[in-house]
């Protein structure tokens, strides 16, 4: 018996025994749902509350989530109708009183820093942090981060930095985005889409551009016009978009393939089709699907697991492609967090562009090229990497599992 599977059935045993022992099951608290002018910060909750539901079936799971506007509470709900959506102040209260453990979500920083630190303050309970990327951290940081049973970063960037900064959780260690997990479904919109515009499933690939710094002026009410932010997109967005536009024009002249320009956030819409519908020549432009519309995170994915793989600016769409054992081709910059790294922790190297390197912009349609052309070769490259994620999840949540065990649930 292998050391993984001992420790999953000495958990499960354990944790079994604690319930049976005491009058409930073990109640954990989730702090998520960041934003849902994005469908990668959607993903995040749905993800995780895969892997739970998955590997730790005997946990009452409630979410307290930051935003769940957008139809994303509906989401969630129709996805996970037993987990309990904590949202009024009482609801909060409750739930830091009657649970056992608070796990912090995957997201860009210590998102919920705050929340962390009271649940600590007032509860004296223990608490984890489940697969985020930081950056230049501060003391107060360090210290939350000091306080965790676990805290896993999803890129092993984030990971040397936290150590380097004076972290010393006990376990710290990579562990993959919780978005990676997220089985959200829309089938019957997927279907409605691509019936409308031509496309047939497995005949795609998919195209995501974005600006360097989101314009949420654009779509969100309370965001105030960034000059400076606006400057730089501006700047930047011919530069950016040149690869793509490029790859796009030889996967239509070179395979039987056609291309779908689809947005991760709301704001980009706008840029698929300046910078890159737009300027398609005459005998591309066919071929190619500009989606006018934002999309929620089902009917993403459930469009995605109808493509042939994907490629652009975004990492939460190449996350939910390769969770489904699709390929997707990264392009990251500067202005991004390190996030991106992750395409090296699971083996995708080669599938990851800086485009601040000129030398590496030049070869992004080479990539998606070779990709679109031998899509048996990417499909198990994509597989060998998801399986490096899947691993990595049965022992982050072995952990997460062996943490509840050791709290008493009276």
């Not at 002249?253 to 779908?260: E, F, G, K, N, P």
């Amino acid at each position: 018996m292998n050391r993984q599977h001992f420790l999953q059935t000495t958990l499960a045993a354990a944790l079994t025994a604690a319930v049976g022992a005491q009058t409930r099951r073990p109640r954990l608290l989730l702090r998520s749902s960041w934003q849902t002018a994005n469908i990668g910060d959607i993903a995040h909750t749905p993800g995780v509350l895969h892997l739970l539901e998955q590997h730790l079936p005997e946990v009452e799971v409630r979410l307290w989530p930051s935003k769940v506007d957008n139809g994303v509470d509906a989401l969630l709900r129709r996805r996970f109708p037993q987990v309990p959506i904590v949202q009024s102040t009482a609801e909060v209260a409750a739930a830091l009183a009657e649970c056992d453990f608070l796990l912090h979500g995957s997201g860009p920083s210590l998102v919920a820093q705050k929340d962390v630190a009271r649940w600590a303050q007032e509860t004296g309970k223990p608490y984890g942090v489940y697969g985020i990327t930081v950056g230049g951290l501060n003391d107060a940081t360090v210290a939350v981060l000091n306080g965790a049973r676990f805290v896993f970063y999803r890129d092993t960037v984030s990971l040397a930095h936290a150590k380097e900064r004076g972290c010393t959780c006990p376990v710290q260690e990579f562990g993959p985005d919780g978005a990676f997990a997220t089985d959200l479904a829309d089938d019957a919109a997927a279907d409605a889409f691509l019936a409308a515009h031509g496309l047939q499933p497995g005949q795609f690939l998919c195209c995501i551009n974005r600006f360097r710094l989101t314009p949420y002026w654009l779509v969100k009410p309370n965001v105030a016009y960034d000059a400076a932010k606006d400057a730089r997109n501006q700047a930047k967005k011919e530069a950016d978009s040149a690869p793509l536009l490029d790859a796009i024009c030889r996967v239509v002249r070179q395979t039987d393939l056609r291309v779908l320009l689809c947005p991760e956030d709301a704001t980009q819409m706008a840029i698929n089709k300046e910078m890159l519908y737009d300027r398609l020549p005459t005998d591309v432009q066919p071929r190619v699907v500009w989606r006018e519309q934002y999309w929620l995170t089902a009917e993403a994915l459930s469009t995605y697991r109808r493509s042939a793989g994907l490629f652009g600016h975004e990492m939460h769409s190449p996350i939910m492609a390769i969770g489904q054992g699709l390929p997707a081709i990264v392009c990251r910059w500067a202005e991004q967090t390190s996030k991106g790294f992750m395409w090296r922790d699971i083996g995708l190297g080669d599938w990851l562009f800086d485009l601040d390197q000129p030398a590496e912009a030049a070869r992004v349609a080479d990539a998606v090229l070779a990709m679109a052309q031998d899509l048996p070769a990417a499909r198990a490259k994509a597989a060998a990497a998801r399986e490096v994620v899947l691993r990595r999840q049965r022992e982050t949540m072995a952990i997460v599992g062996q943490q509840l065990a050791s709290t008493s649930h009276h």
